[in-house]
């Protein structure tokens, strides 16, 4: 904040009177709430002195807090452009991003800061997991029961349980068996869900091939993830974290109608969480309730335009109801969010050829076998283009992809 206090100083003092009646103006309407009025004050200031970094930096603060995120991302960036010190406008962008999808562009943003719990979600959106569970432990030292971070550091050990088991399973499948075979502590008394992960997963940063390390590690990540979202239920039952973290342990077990209730009432108490319309159009998907779905699919790449799952997501279900030029707008930014993903790519070139879009079809099956020639997405990307060849009247190249996916499919050679 001191940095903030010498830039405003310093930014009324570089200003004509006119310009400071407005930038008054501007801070007091922000102040008692009046975001509109704070804007139109804040866009005269800029307008007159338009060199000026907090004027950009506070016009763009107020249309963050009013919500207009497509408004506030040029003034915050011009802000940042003019004075790179501006620390705090540094996190607003940070948290703008992050709130958007784009995490890898917030992270060094948010760095600025130090900001653990937005360091720690950052993170884990970009899947630095080691560096997630570092920042939301310090983070839960100061607010044990907090949901947010309670469900973040939950997800954030669970994915590092799964990829250090995954790890234990390539080195000793013997040891990775035994693993899924450790006792249930759900019942047991609850202790701090953070205890002994951090030590453990720095252990394991030096010694990354240690079978006994990614037994431990596995087996205690799991666990603090469970404890993590059990304290959430028994801490804060009736928030909106609570109601998710019911509707995924629905989901998981097959509860459909169940998980479809509880996220319901998870955005009904908090509208724009990020992932849960996701999560929610994943369910209503399985429950074949398709133009649901969509819908929720569609509200979260409103809410994340940066979002590659939300695309996707979205592009996959306009193809499943034949929607094939939709699908194809929709995973075509998919794809740009997030280029050389084998599974948009296979998805983008079904609805391609579908769309009768040959060229654009045979471009992403090809560019998705340079990627990955070996597993089920290649097979599949073979056979895609067997049928557009045949399609086209090339025979031969048709059998010799079709030779190909036979070599690739489960049984075959």
């Known amino acids: 904040m001191t940095s903030t206090f010498f830039a405003c100083c310093f930014f009324l003092q570089s200003l004509t009177p006119e310009v400071i009646e407005h930038a008054q103006a501007g801070a007091a309407a922000a102040q008692q709430g009046h975001l509109d009025v704070a804007i139109r004050e804040y866009r005269k200031v800029t307008d007159l002195q338009p060199n000026s970094a907090v004027g950009h930096a506070r016009l763009g603060d107020a249309y963050f807090q009013n919500g207009e995120y497509a408004a506030a991302m040029p003034e915050l960036e011009y802000a940042l452009r003019l004075n790179p010190e501006l620390n705090d406008t540094h996190q607003t962008l940070g948290v703008l991003l992050l709130i958007q999808g784009n995490a890898e562009a917030a992270l060094p943003h948010l760095e600025k800061m130090r900001t653990p719990e937005l360091m720690g979600l950052a993170y884990l959106e970009t899947g630095r997991l080691g560096g997630a569970i570092a920042a939301l432990h310090a983070a839960l030292d100061k607010q044990p029961n907090d949901p947010n971070l309670l469900y973040y550091f939950g997800r954030a050990t669970d994915l590092a349980s799964k990829q250090s088991f995954d790890q234990l399973a390539k080195l000793n499948p013997d040891m990775a068996r035994r693993s ?24 394991l940063a030096e010694h990354p091939h240690d079978e006994g390390l990614l ?12 404890q993590a979202f059990d304290r959430i239920l028994q801490s804060n039952a009736g928030s909106a974290r609570a109601h998710q973290v019911l509707a995924e342990r629905y989901f998981e077990g097959g509860r459909l109608p169940e998980a479809e209730r509880e996220y319901a009432e998870s955005l009904r108490l908090k509208p724009y969480t990020s992932g849960v319309h996701l999560a929610l159009g994943n369910v209503l998907a399985a429950e074949d309730k398709w133009s649901a779905a969509i819908a929720q699919y569609r509200m979260e790449t409103q809410l994340r335009p940066f979002s590659a799952d939300a695309f996707y997501s979205l592009g996959s279900g306009l193809l499943q109801q034949g929607q094939a030029r939709g699908a194809m707008e929709e995973l075509d930014q998919a794809d740009r969010l997030r280029p050389d993903a084998p599974q948009i790519l296979l998805a983008l070139g079904k609805a391609a050829f579908a769309a009768q879009d040959g060229a654009r079809a045979e471009a992403a099956w090809l560019k998705l076998l340079g990627i990955d020639q070996k597993s089920s997405l290649a097979a599949s990307a073979h056979l895609g283009l067997s049928a557009l060849y045949r399609r086209a009247g090339s025979a031969q190249a048709a059998d010799r992809e079709m030779a190909a996916y036979e070599q690739l499919r489960p049984g075959g050679q």
């Open 180 to 203: 899924t075979a450790a006792p249930d502590h759900r019942n047991q008394p609850q202790q701090d869900p953070s205890q002994g992960i951090v030590s453990l997963q720095n252990a």
């Open 215 to 226: 037994f431990a590690f596995s087996w205690a990540a799991a666990r603090a993830s469970e």
